[in-house]
């Protein structure tokens, strides 16, 4: 059975940074890519970044607000993943997601996305 854990979320002020982590169980994580999601309110959820099965980190982001403000990292040994997000505004606030891909490579689709965790919500003071 796949288990999938998101932590790190919280009230954070405008300007602050948060980590958030993704803890997966049960699935062959190291032949997977991994994804970061959120759902703003209001919004459709949408994909924040990706890294496909071989690569460790990047700083690209989906989401043209978020560019140059988070950077992502997978580690492959304990099965878990990291979202660090910095000069947070008001409109980042919302629920944040990890998934695993169906393959090795990311997609910009979210049906390509398969186990999910239940989400940590973000939520950025003015």
């Known amino acids: 059975q796949v288990q999938v854990a998101e932590s790190g979320g919280g009230l954070v002020e405008a300007g602050g940074s948060v980590k958030l982590s993704c803890e997966f169980n049960g699935l062959p994580f190291r032949e997977l890519a991994m994804g970061w999601f959120r759902q703003v309110p209001g919004k459709e959820r949408e994909e924040v970044s990706c890294?496909?099965?071989?690569?460790?980190?990047?700083?690209?982001s989906y989401v043209a607000s978020l560019k140059g403000r988070v950077t992502f990292s997978r580690d492959n040994v304990q099965y878990t993943l990291t979202l660090q997000m910095n000069r947070l505004r008001p409109e980042d606030t919302g629920k944040y997601f990890c998934?695993?891909?169906?393959?090795?490579?990311?997609?910009?689709?979210?049906?390509?996305?398969?186990?999910w965790g239940h989400g940590t919500q973000v939520t950025v003071s003015s």
């Open positions: 998934a695993a891909a169906r393959g090795e490579y990311c997609s910009e689709s979210l049906d390509e996305y398969t186990d």
């Open positions: 890294l496909d099965y071989r690569s460790r980190d990047t700083t690209m």
